[in-house]
């Protein structure tokens, strides 16, 4: 069998295209200080730590600065992960079972499934989602509309979850402030359970501004 690429080594990068090395599916690039001490093939199967210093990071015409980011990841025998993120924009803990590429559409799908108990339409997972979360988010300045373009400022914000696709989601959010597109939400917080059979949505939000005209 193909052995598992292996990465150990301290560089200064003047160009990473992350996309390239397929640890990510957007055309993201980086530039900085690294030391990384990893083995993988792809982002699903990373193991070890990787740590940015002075990083300059874009996104198309997008770009921001990082003073640092570490990521220590680790996958076990029965394909659950831990991953563990520090750095001076957000820090984190993620535990459990899940896969980066269908996750998103798990998650999609159950809510929307729960909520118009259509599961007619539901496309069975390939990877059971069983894990918990727990971020906090300090400033992160263009690092939202990197990570997602229309994320335009989302600040000082706490998001507490765990998930398991074949029962249960439970959210916990803390929101000061938050601009998508075109809306800007202000002092927002959301305690969410959502099962198979039922669900129990509570949203509190102080003021919701369509660019500068206040909607709510």
Do not use: C, W
Not at 35 to 51: A, H, K, R
Not at 62 to 91: M, P, Y
Not at 136 to 155: A, D, F, H, M
């Amino acid at each position: 069998s193909e052995a598992t690429p292996q990465f150990n080594f301290n560089a200064d990068i003047q160009k990473a295209l992350l996309k390239n090395l397929n640890l990510l599916p957007d055309d993201i690039r980086i530039a900085g200080r690294m030391n990384s001490n990893f083995s993988g093939s792809n982002l699903e199967n990373i193991n070890g730590s990787i740590s940015l210093n002075d990083v300059a990071v874009s996104r198309d015409s997008i770009k921001t600065s990082v003073k640092h980011f570490s990521l220590n990841t680790k996958t076990f025998a029965d394909g659950s992960k831990t991953i563990l993120l520090n750095s001076d924009f957000a820090e984190g803990e993620i535990k459990g079972t899940f896969n980066y590429r269908t996750l998103p559409r798990a998650l999609s799908e159950f809510v929307t499934s729960s909520i118009t108990r259509d599961f007619s339409k539901v496309m069975p997972d390939t990877v059971a989602q069983n894990f918990t979360a727990d971020i906090t988010i300090y400033e992160p300045g263009n690092i939202s509309r990197i990570i997602y373009p229309k994320l335009l400022l989302i600040r000082q914000s706490r998001i507490v979850a765990d998930f398991n696709s074949t029962k249960q989601l439970n959210l916990t959010a803390t929101i000061p402030a938050l601009t998508f597109d075109k809306y800007t939400i202000r002092e927002s917080s959301i305690y969410a359970t959502i099962g198979k059979e039922s669900f129990d949505i509570q949203a509190k939000v102080d003021k919701v501004l369509n660019d500068d005209n206040q909607i709510l």
